[in-house]
T-cell receptor
Framework: GNSVTQMEGPVTLSEEAFLTINCTYTATGYPSLFWYVQYPGEGLQLLLKATKADDKGSNKGFEATYRKETTSFHLEKGSVQVSDSAVYFCALSDGGNNRLAFGKGNQVVVIP | DVKVTQSSRYLVKRTGEKVFLECVQDMDHENMFWYRQDPGLGLRLIYFSYDVKMKEKGDIPEGYSVSREKKERFSLILESASTNQTSMYLC?????????????FGPGTRLTVL
């Protein structure tokens, strides 16, 4: 079945540092890929998405490129802010009723 | 502004009680979902519905049931709550049909079963 793997553990970094969160997936067919973000005390909201190989999703300074050859969709941001502190979830959908398979999430803490 | 609302932000119940979690969306979405979120496990799908009165089991349906009598409302029911159902419950909705449609999430209900 479909599955998503995110790197283990929380990520703590200083303001203006470069952020990378790794995401790899296993899927049959050609899934669409997503990054969702959950700010403290809130539900999840879509950060960016990519629907086919080599697509790049981007939003709020975050980017991720759909790499079919490495089955990856790593999230990057060049210069993080304290306001980026949140939990980030990678997810995939194979289109069936828009079901999503989520990774376990990564807590990101940005220190001033 | 699109909105998914959940009936309670925090709920405390006792073991064996019947618990109802309500979710309402105002976007006329066909699909609705219930997830639970646990530390280290991410989000896991409990049930989803792609139309009124339709439901399908997700990955962890045991101990739960759902009801969708109206398009905008999707209820999660714990027939006899147990301590291992203490968790954060998230509801989401999306458009149906072809294509990949964004899921919109509610703020969550943190349920504690004592």
């Amino acid at each position: 079945g479909n599955s998503v793997t995110q790197m283990e553990g929380p990520v703590t970094l200083s303001e203006e540092a470069f952020l990378t969160i790794n995401c790899t997936y296993t899927a049959t067919g050609y899934p669409s890929l997503f990054w969702y973000v959950q700010y403290p005390g809130e539900g999840l909201q879509l950060l960016l998405k990519a629907t086919k190989a080599d697509d790049k999703g981007s939003n709020k300074g975050f980017e991720a490129t759909y790499r079919k050859e490495t089955t990856s969709f790593h999230l990057e941001k060049g210069s993080v802010q304290v306001s980026d502190s949140a939990v980030y979830f990678c997810a995939l959908s194979d289109g069936g009723n828009n079901r999503l398979a989520f990774g376990k999430g990564n807590q990101v803490v940005v220190i001033p | 502004d699109v909105k998914v609302t959940q009936s309670s932000r925090y709920l405390v119940k006792r073991t064996g009680e019947k618990v109802f979690l309500e979710c309402v969306q105002d976007m006329d979405h066909e699909n609705m979902f219930w997830y639970r979120q646990d530390p280290g496990l991410g989000l896991r799908l409990i049930y989803f519905s792609y139309d009124v009165k339709m439901k399908e089991k997700g990955d962890i349906p045991e101990g739960y049931s759902v009801s969708r009598e109206k398009k905008e409302r999707f209820s999660l029911i714990l027939e006899s709550a147990s301590t291992n159902q203490t968790s954060m419950y998230l509801c989401a909705s999306s458009l149906g049909g072809q294509g990949i449609n964004e899921q919109f999430f509610g703020p969550g209900t943190r349920l504690t079963v004592l």
